[in-house]
């Protein structure tokens, strides 16, 4: 008997030369799927969000729309009066229309008479500000001062509802006032100094002595309303 069966079943030979191997072929799918994921399984792009309601209430347009301005105008005013209602809260009852009929009263006051007598006296010295753009600014920092003012009105209805005495409450609810009357007005002479990049420089001097003046015109405008017409501040008396 053999010792070993060593070359008793010797393994079939390759015919024609073709070698064997363990490796898949490069012609087999499923080694190349493995190696290469298809087109179908990539993760196809995302859908663009849509524009948020803060960015869509101060985007800029390209073309002057009257009913957008209109539109974005209100929108500030009706913003700024849960500021009012939240100063209300205080005292309840009537003071809750008082105060959101007062607060955007001296928005609505400066953009009415302040804004056009900025753009008369702009005009005189032949500045290059057409009515469509400062109509647009009144418009878009009315809107950014109601978005600062209804931001603040939880927390100044929890401060003036809390403190225990008048003028606190007072001091709280003017602040968010300051606060959000001061965003707004940056916005308006920041967006009508924008249009006097290119302008001669006298002419910009002379624009920032009429940005100033209005500043003052409308500081004291609107802190004249609101002191008249809140009774958390003393008005409406």
């Known amino acids: 008997p053999a010792s070993s ?6 393994l079939p030979r390759a015919r024609d030369g073709a070698q064997v191997t363990d490796e898949p072929s490069r012609g087999d799918p499923l080694s190349s799927n493995e190696s290469a994921g298809s087109p179908a399984d990539e993760a196809a792009p995302a859908a663009p969000l849509p524009p948020s309601f803060t960015a869509e209430l101060l985007a800029e347009d390209a073309v002057f729309r009257p009913a957008r301005e209109l539109r974005r105008f209100g929108i500030g005013l009706g913003l700024s009066a849960l500021y009012g209602l939240s100063l209300g809260a205080r005292q309840g009852g009537k003071a809750f229309f008082l105060h959101a009929a007062g607060v955007p009263a001296a928005l609505l006051a400066v953009a009415a008479l302040g804004v056009p007598a900025l753009y008369i006296a702009l005009a005189l ?14 418009s878009r920092a009315t809107a950014q001062a109601g978005l600062v003012l209804a931001g603040l009105a939880p927390a100044a209805a929890l401060f003036v509802v809390s403190s225990d005495l008048p003028r606190t409450a007072a001091v709280a609810g003017m602040a968010g006032l300051i606060l959000g009357g001061a965003i707004g007005l940056r916005l308006l002479l920041g967006e009508l100094r924008r249009a ?8 910009q001097l002379t624009a920032a002595l009429g940005f100033v003046g209005f500043g ?3 500081v004291a405008l609107a802190a004249r309303i609101w002191t008249a017409a809140l009774p958390v501040l003393g008005g409406g008396r």
Request: glycine share 4%.
């Open 216 to 218: 003052v015109f409308a």
């Open 196 to 203: 006097l990049r290119e302008a001669k420089v006298a002419l």
């Open 125 to 138: 010295f032949d500045a290059p500000i057409e009515p469509p753009r400062a109509i647009t600014a009144a």
């Open 5 to 10: 069966m060593d070359g008793v079943f010797p």
